[in-house]
């Protein structure tokens, strides 16, 4: 293709939210999202979003998807795409502008790569001397240390492994990984361990003070405040069959 072609394309990576629905009723939704973001505005910061209705029990024969979207583009979220529909509501998504995606379309490619074989080392014959080895590439990490305060407005993603925080996470700020989460320090803001889907993923901090707290995609809001029996003493945050659970640490 020309260089100065109109039109090009090139691969790229985009961080895209996968949010699991069971329901496509209007009012049951802006409920939902309403003790979830606050009707904070910019709660998602213009994220893109999957709808993923796989684990939806009963749907309706057709659904406002034009309300649907601008309803979660309220809370910052703006969604490009559905799976997990039957055929009628996948061929309406697609009319009002959501294409069908497969279900393992996401993470389809990041399988592979880990997947993927290593090549065995080449040997150089005898009595020939051996090639230079090419270095080897350095592993991924497993733990992240943030060591510095997080400000109101920052955001620290800790992709594929756990997060340490030895400072304050302040309000407004929030803290991401696709494994743990540790703060050993106050946690005001936002704490969302297991991004990648991890439901074994937890969060643990000296301090809860949290404005929200997430695994694999499972959100509890504190508008009105921690409970005053978890304000400010040392947690675990861990998930459940029916949510989260956040228990006392005893540190020792």
Known sequence: ?????????????LKIIQTQLRTTDHAALHQA???????????????????????AQALPESADWAGIVNLLRQSGLNAVATCGLPDDLATSA????????????????????????????VVAPEPAPPPLAAAAPEP?????ILDKPLRSGQRFYAKGCDLIVTAMVSAGAEVIADGNIHVYAPLRGRALAGASGDKAARIFTT???????????????????????????????SLIEDGLSIVPLALR
Not at 3 to 12: A, L, R
Not at 211 to 237: D, H, K, M, N
């Open 140 to 144: 991924a990490p497993r733990t992240i």
């Open 33 to 55: 999202l309403t003790e979830l973001t606050g009707n904070s505005p910019d709660f998602f910061e213009n994220e893109l979003a999957v709808l993923d209705f796989s684990q």
């Open 1 to 13: 293709m020309a260089k100065d072609s109109p039109i090009q394309f090139k691969g790229t990576t």
């Open 94 to 121: 697609a009319a009002a502008g959501l294409p069908v995606v497969g279900i393992d379309a996401l993470g389809r490619q990041r399988a592979k790569i880990e997947e993927a074989p290593k090549a065995p080392p």
């Open 207 to 237: 301090s809860l003070e949290a404005e929200l707290l997430s695994i694999a995609g499972l959100y509890r809001t504190f508008e009105a405040g921690v409970p005053a029996e978890l304000l400010r003493q040392p947690a675990t945050i």
